[in-house]
């Protein structure tokens, strides 16, 4: 199996939030919250928030969210010396996996799996690994680079105001923690590379 390039735009989350006018404050699934308004300072609003089934997009109230795990392939890595790159063997790994579904879809997904359900076994869960902190001696990663230009994209032209309150985002180098913090929460697909 071989998942979406993170790199491309990703299903959207199972909540819809939509701005509201402040007389619909009360009613089922609105909420107050505050935005950062530039030459203003913090402005109340309302959202109502809805969930959405991750195939459909369609608005429903029997959406559920199905967590699930299965094998990826990854692909062998060309060495690049120039770039930093080791050559990688391909491997298999485990991609866990979550799906915001209503009813008809989850059915429908969970169908599709029962055939390789009653033939499997069910397991122990493995004890979750710890990886010790790896301290690079070759360089910049890479990854870390191209993650972090990202960030710097998100921040120059996407962010909220809120999020950077004005504040030049840096050509180069380390990101203010908070920035970060702030793309993780907004794109949770793309972690921080370690």
């Given at each position: 199996?071989?998942?979406?390039?993170?790199?491309?735009?990703?299903?959207?989350?199972?909540?819809?939030?939509?701005?509201?006018?402040?007389?619909?404050?009360?009613?089922?699934?609105?909420?107050?919250?505050?935005?950062?308004?530039?030459g203003v300072g913090n402005v109340s609003v309302y959202i109502k928030v809805e969930k959405v089934d991750d195939v459909t997009e369609a608005v429903t109230d029997d959406v559920q969210t199905l967590r699930f795990s299965v094998p990826v392939w990854v692909e062998p890595v060309a060495a690049d010396e120039e770039k930093g790159i080791e050559a990688e063997e391909g491997y298999w790994k485990v991609s866990?996996?979550?799906?915001?579904?209503?009813?008809?879809?989850?059915?429908?997904?969970?169908?599709?799996?029962?055939?390789?359900?009653?033939?499997?076994?069910?397991?122990?869960?493995?004890?979750?690994?710890?990886?010790?902190?790896?301290?690079?001696?070759?360089?910049?990663?890479?990854?870390?680079?191209?993650?972090?230009?990202?960030?710097?994209?998100?921040?120059?032209?996407?962010?909220?105001?809120?999020?950077?309150?004005?504040?030049?985002?840096?050509?180069?180098?380390?990101?203010?923690?908070?920035?970060?913090?702030?793309?993780?929460?907004?794109?949770?697909?793309?972690?921080?590379?370690?």
């Open positions: 199996m071989r998942l979406p390039n993170p790199t491309r735009e990703v299903p959207k989350m199972s909540i819809k939030a939509t701005p509201v006018a402040p007389d619909q404050a009360g009613q089922p699934g609105v909420t107050e919250t505050q935005t950062y308004v530039e866990n996996r979550e799906i915001d579904l209503g009813k008809k879809n989850r059915d429908a997904f969970l169908k599709s799996l029962d055939k390789y359900l009653t033939a499997s076994r069910e397991i122990q869960a493995p004890a979750p690994r710890t990886v010790a902190a790896k301290k690079s001696t070759t360089g910049p990663n890479p990854e870390l680079t191209e993650w972090r230009r990202r960030v710097r994209t998100w921040l120059t032209n996407e962010a909220p105001a809120s999020v950077t309150h004005g504040e030049k985002v840096p050509d180069r180098g380390v990101l203010k923690g908070a920035w970060e913090a702030a793309y993780v929460e907004k794109h949770p697909q793309d972690p921080k590379p370690e």
